[in-house]
């Protein structure tokens, strides 16, 4: 034969990678891991993995909802009870007065705000350059194995129609061949045995060998259109899919925005308040519009985490394999097959275990197909032996026969020609689907892009997008960070009688309340050399009962102010 059906080439087996495995440890909550029993008569196990899924988006989802309700009571708690937490203004003591260093409070939570600011920004670039990167990877190498797919069918459909045009008329030969031996010597039945020669034989073994061969050209031509309507339909729609699979589109876009613009205004708004610079617009601007327009950002990021979860569990055990073998993607492949339709030997089944399980020898599914071209042959060397017979013989043969041999001569070496064409386009489409060929499409297709690129571009989807909200939801929760601190104004009545944070102060005798002259007080600052330096244009608020963060002041007797007070003055 001119073409070997079987090689040595082993395709390359698959190495399960680093996300694959991390993606697998995936808690499941004690439910089934193993995909392959999704597609098996065990309902239970099925279903089992399907509460699995469920479970993990269930859980990253209400790990965030309820942060985010937690921010909301905190805010709905006000200053009184939740202090900075709630959104409002930092409220320290005045600064002579605050042996417990409180004013140190504003500062740590700004840097941690502006590091939760740092590491969500760090993390939207590898949202963008690992993760989008990946899905692209993943649609490009698609995309290069549809084109190699497209290209093999375009080649399958040229011989497909050669071998119709040339099918038909070689079976329209063929039947006029097979008349003509069949009343090869009609005068001399017994031409073997007269004459010595096995030209009877010859042409009944020629026309039992295109007899048979009725089958070939009519049911192997229609499995090959069937084939290639299969392949084609099904390449359309993955094409489809992958032309709408664009995450580059408006609303990524956004969100990507999103996630680098905003952080940066409320970095720049802590920035401003820790240079001593209270500009009170840009404040509200951050309040009122890019608060709430980053918050909208957050909730997106962690639903997208929440969905990309379950659908990342499903793609590690698909690319790990199913069972305790771990045997990778061709695993699981073979045991979806054999858990829906057993291992039933078909030409179906021999096709996809021979082209996914690397060329194994074992599942070599043209076997069949090369009895027929083992037919061709035969019948290509008896139509020779034929027209040899007829041409070496042919006076013995008109002498003996009673007939013209003219139209069987020209008959048979149409048919030997017809057969040499068909012979041709076996060949042909046999190189096509060489298993080379094929498995390279497989491993281009799920080696790589399914269980390489799009691992790799969830894994990092859902890992960037689970600290963006992470990080997203520490910063409204701080968003008091970008506020200047405020500071308790004290009165006379406050400080001669021991006062509580959570105690109305003392009205005096005429109902009016006395202010001590706290700038007066700041500028003899330098009989507290513990004190901490001015800040410009302080922030004064004059009830100590509305923010958490004063503390319970001195008796009036220790008070450091009480020695200030009683400084004779003019």
Not at 19 to 26: A, P
Request: overall charge negative.
């Amino acid at each position: 034969m001119s073409v070997q059906l079987y090689n040595n080439y082993i395709g390359p087996s698959y190495q399960i990678t680093g996300s694959v495995r991390r993606l697998r440890l995936l808690p499941r909550f004690g439910y089934n891991q193993d995909i392959t029993k999704v597609f098996s008569s065990d309902a239970d196990a099925g279903a089992s993995y399907a509460t699995g899924l469920i479970a993990l988006f269930v859980f990253i989802l209400i790990f965030f909802l309820f942060w985010t309700a937690l921010i909301g009571v905190l805010k709905i708690m006000g200053p009184g009870n939740a202090g900075f937490l709630s959104g409002h203004p930092f409220v320290i003591p005045d600064r002579a007065e605050d042996e417990h260093n409180i004013h140190k409070r504003p500062l740590r939570v700004r840097i941690t705000f502006l590091t939760a600011c740092g590491i969500l920004m760090l993390f939207s670039l590898l949202f963008v350059t690992m993760g989008l990167t990946n899905v692209d990877n993943t649609a490009t190498t698609m995309s290069a194995s549809l084109r190699q797919l497209g290209d093999l069918v375009g080649q399958a459909e040229v011989i497909a129609r050669k071998l119709e045009v040339v099918g038909n008329s070689a079976i329209s030969i063929r039947d006029q061949a097979v008349d003509e031996l069949e009343n090869f010597c009609p005068s001399n039945p017994d031409l073997d045995a007269y004459a010595g020669i096995n030209a009877m034989e010859i042409a009944d073994r020629a026309k039992n060998d295109l007899t048979m061969l009725a089958g070939f050209i009519s049911d192997g031509l229609e499995i090959l259109r069937s084939g290639l309507n299969r392949v084609e339909s099904w390449s359309d729609e993955a094409s489809n899919v992958i032309s709408e699979w664009n995450f580059w589109g408006w609303q990524f876009k956004l969100l990507s925005a999103g996630l680098f613009i905003f952080p940066a205004f409320l970095m720049m708004g802590v920035g401003l308040v820790m240079l001593d610079l209270d500009i009170k617009c840009y404040q509200r601007t951050l309040t009122y519009l890019i608060m709430p327009l980053f918050f909208l950002v957050i909730v997106a990021s962690y639903v997208v985490a929440a969905l990309i979860l379950p659908v990342s569990a499903v793609m590690a055990d698909t690319c790990i394999g199913g069972g305790e073998a771990h045997g990778g993607p061709d695993d699981t492949v073979l045991t979806v097959y054999r858990n829906l339709r057993g291992d039933d030997g078909s030409i179906l089944f021999l096709l996809g275990a021979y082209y996914t399980q690397r060329c194994n020898s074992i599942y070599y599914p043209f076997g069949q197909v090369s009895n027929y071209l083992d037919l061709l042959d035969e019948a290509v060397d008896s139509t020779n032996t034929v027209v040899d017979t007829i041409q070496g013989n042919l006076d013995l043969l008109l002498d003996q026969c009673g007939r013209n041999y003219d139209s069987v001569v020209r008959l048979i070496k149409e048919m030997n020609t017809s057969l040499r064409t068909l012979r041709n386009s076996a060949d042909n489409t046999l190189n096509l689907v060489q298993c080379r060929n094929i498995n390279e499409l497989y491993v281009n297709t799920v080696h790589e892009a399914t269980c390489t690129y799009s691992v790799e571009a969830l894994a990092w989807i859902f890992g960037s997008a689970l600290v963006i909200s992470v990080c997203g939801l520490i910063i409204i929760m701080l968003r008091a960070s970008y506020y200047p601190e405020e500071y308790l104004e004290l009165s006379k009545n406050w400080i001669t009688t021991p006062t509580s944070t959570m105690s109305s102060p003392a009205r005096s005798s005429d109902g009016d309340d006395e202010f001590y002259d706290v700038q007066k007080l700041r500028s003899n600052h330098s009989d507290f050399p513990d004190s901490p330096p001015m800040r410009h244009t302080p922030r004064y608020v004059s009830d100590p009962n509305v923010y958490t963060e004063a503390v319970e002041l001195r008796q009036y007797q220790s008070s450091p102010l009480q020695k200030l007070q009683s400084t004779p003055t003019d």
